[in-house]
């Protein structure tokens, strides 16, 4: 098996074989990237990969995964940033989901589902407060995002109310 020499900023020199390296080939080739994960001090390391690395990984057995930014991502953006009023007729921006709970809180949130797991990342405005739930299982029963904050919220959690006993 081909063995590939790196370098861990913390401990030096280190040997690795292909299915430790992850190589991740960008469309905007400056955003091209190898990591591992250093066998002593257990950080993940990451390099940047040029055409000559990207080349040298793929002879060695690395598998390169691809990675395309979308057109839009790369637009030149000029003026102020927007705001929440801007968009508050709307409930989609930039990829994001915008809405207002019940009790009038402001969030932002992005779903995702993809070949049995879903995710959720939820940001509440007012204090920043962010949940992010990934799951193996699809069901959507924790999209109730108002619950979940009142969870987060409380300070006398019921282990019952959690899925406990």
Known sequence: ????????????????????????????????????????????????????VVALLISGGVIAEPWSVPAEALEEHTGPALS????????????????????????????????????????????KTSIIVLSNKVNWSFRNIGRMFGIIDSKDIDAAELGGN
């Open 1 to 52: 098996m081909t063995t590939i020499k790196a370098s861990c900023p913390s401990c030096g020199d280190v040997e690795l074989t292909p299915p430790q390296v992850r190589l991740v080939v960008c469309s905007v080739k400056a955003w091209s990237y190898y990591a591992f994960t250093c066998g002593s001090c257990l950080e993940e390391v990451r390099k940047p990969a040029g055409r000559d």
């Open 84 to 127: 929440y009023d801007d968009v508050r007729d709307s409930e989609y921006g930039y990829g994001w989901r915008i809405d207002v709970l019940r009790d009038g809180t402001k969030i932002v949130y992005h779903a995702g589902l993809w070949r049995g797991y879903n995710s959720l990342y939820v940001r509440r405005l007012e204090d």
